[in-house]
């Protein structure tokens, strides 16, 4: 299973980047998708997941409004179109798949992890 991200980069507060994942290797059809993002000494936590199969994304509360979480399913990726990006958001992005979770935007459940990818906002 391989999850390869990219997309990510710098900009200024204001601005906008979008992060791909692209999954190769599983059962996409079935998987739960989702990004995570770690900033410096903080916990990783859940931003926004969805499951490929159908059903609305799901959203940290503090990227509700800017962020949208879309699916591509004949490419077997997942698109994060990040909007409005402030310094809060600046952290490593991760990208992950599971077969099925509880809670999508908790990582406990998923299995499979990209490299990640920084964003970084000034």
């Known amino acids: 299973v391989q999850l390869v991200e990219s997309g990510g980069g710098s900009v200024q507060a204001g601005g906008s980047l979008r992060l791909s994942c692209q999954a190769s290797?599983?059962?996409?059809?079935?998987?739960?998708m989702a990004w995570f993002r770690q900033a410096p000494g903080k916990e990783r936590e859940g931003v926004a997941g969805?499951?490929?199969?159908?059903?609305?994304?799901y959203y940290a509360d503090s990227v509700k409004g800017r962020f949208t979480l879309v699916r591509d399913n004949p490419k077997k990726t997942v698109h994060l179109q990040m909007n409005n990006l402030q310094p809060e958001d600046t952290a490593m992005y991760y990208c992950?798949?599971?077969?099925?979770?509880?809670?999508?935007?908790?990582?406990?459940?998923?299995?499979?992890w990209g490299q990640g990818t920084q964003v970084t906002v000034s």
């Open positions: 992950a798949a599971a077969g099925w979770v509880s809670d999508p935007l908790v990582e406990g459940g998923y299995k499979y």
């Open positions: 290797g599983y059962t996409y059809s079935r998987a739960c």
């Open positions: 969805l499951y490929v199969g159908g059903g609305d994304p």
